[in-house]
């Protein structure tokens, strides 16, 4: 275990895994890394689920006790590591931070999901026999994902689907911009977990789709994740490397 007692189970492409990542490279925070193969689907092993009932990543474990839900998890190290702080000492600011983590889960998780899970999921669940997707299936705890996953693994996501994230993943990062438009960060003219929240999502959004950054329509959103990108801890986040298992996983 880390010296401040942190684990942190995760997954090397996984957006809500690199929030999570962001806070605490930005803290300087050591943990404990329980790297998990999502492309092996060992957020469904029975020892996982016993930690995240939901068999979704990350999960923190903080000298014992098991705090879940990316955002809940950001702003839990915000109040037991409070030394480099990402919160927002206004309340309005804190409201307006607040707002843009409720976001990142309710609007640019959807944006990205089917795209990211067509890239990652779909090819590994059909290398599969058809009795192992059935074990697979099986392990996954939610019945209406279980279903979605049955649905998609066999036929993808219709051509709406993805055209709705095509127009929810332009929805991101207009609304980024125009925050951007008006102070340097999204919350305020302060780094805040605002935007360690979104820029997972924003980063995702450029490696599916390039060609949305390259007439300058999203000038202050550029210009904000270059600011980010110099941060110490992009690189140890985004490009996580600290566990002998990265080479045998797949990115985006």
Request: proline share 5%; no cysteine.
């Given at each position: 275990m880390s010296a401040n007692g942190l684990e942190l189970y995760h997954g090397l492409p996984s957006t809500c895994s690199k929030k999570v990542r962001l806070v605490l490279y930005e803290?300087?925070?050591?943990?404990?890394?329980?790297?998990?193969d999502l492309r092996k689907f060992e957020q469904h092993a029975p020892e996982?689920?016993?930690?995240?009932?939901?068999?979704?990543?990350?999960?923190?474990?903080?000298?014992?006790?098991?705090?879940?839900?990316?955002?809940?998890?950001?702003?839990?190290l915000e109040d037991a590591f409070p030394?480099?702080?990402?919160?927002?000492?206004?309340?309005?600011?804190?409201?307006?931070?607040?707002?843009?983590?409720?976001?990142?889960?309710?609007?640019?998780?959807?944006?990205?999901?089917?795209?990211?899970?067509?890239?990652?999921?779909?090819?590994?669940?059909?290398?599969?026999s058809?009795?192992?997707?059935?074990?697979?299936?099986?392990?996954?705890p939610q019945e209406d994902r279980r279903q979605r996953w049955a649905e998609v693994s066999a036929h993808g996501f219709s051509e709406e689907v993805l055209r709705a994230s095509v127009a929810k993943m332009r929805a991101c990062l207009t609304r980024c911009d125009d925050a951007l438009a008006q102070s340097d960060y999204l919350?305020?003219?302060?780094?805040?977990?605002?935007?360690?929240?979104?820029?997972?999502?924003?980063?995702?959004?450029?490696?599916?789709?390039?060609?949305?950054?390259?007439?300058?329509?999203y000038a202050h959103v550029e210009d904000w994740c270059g600011r980010l990108r110099d941060r110490p801890a992009f690189a140890?986040?985004?490009?996580?490397?600290?566990?002998p298992r990265v080479p045998e996983m797949v990115n985006i």
């Open positions: 803290k300087q925070l050591p943990f404990k890394s329980h790297l998990m996982y689920l016993k930690l995240n009932a939901n068999g979704v990543v990350p999960t923190l474990v903080h000298d014992g006790r098991v705090i879940i839900e990316s955002s809940i998890i950001m702003e839990y030394q480099q702080p990402l919160r927002p000492r206004d309340a309005y600011a804190q409201y307006r931070m607040r707002l843009w983590l409720k976001y990142s889960d309710d609007v640019a998780y959807q944006a990205v999901y089917a795209p990211t899970w067509m890239i990652l999921n779909r090819d590994a669940m059909n290398d599969l058809a009795a192992e997707r059935e074990q697979v299936l099986a392990r996954i919350a305020g003219n302060g780094l805040t977990l605002a935007d360690f929240a979104m820029l997972p999502f924003v980063d995702r959004i450029h490696n599916l789709r390039p060609e949305f950054f390259a007439g300058g329509e140890k986040a985004l490009d996580f490397q600290d566990d």
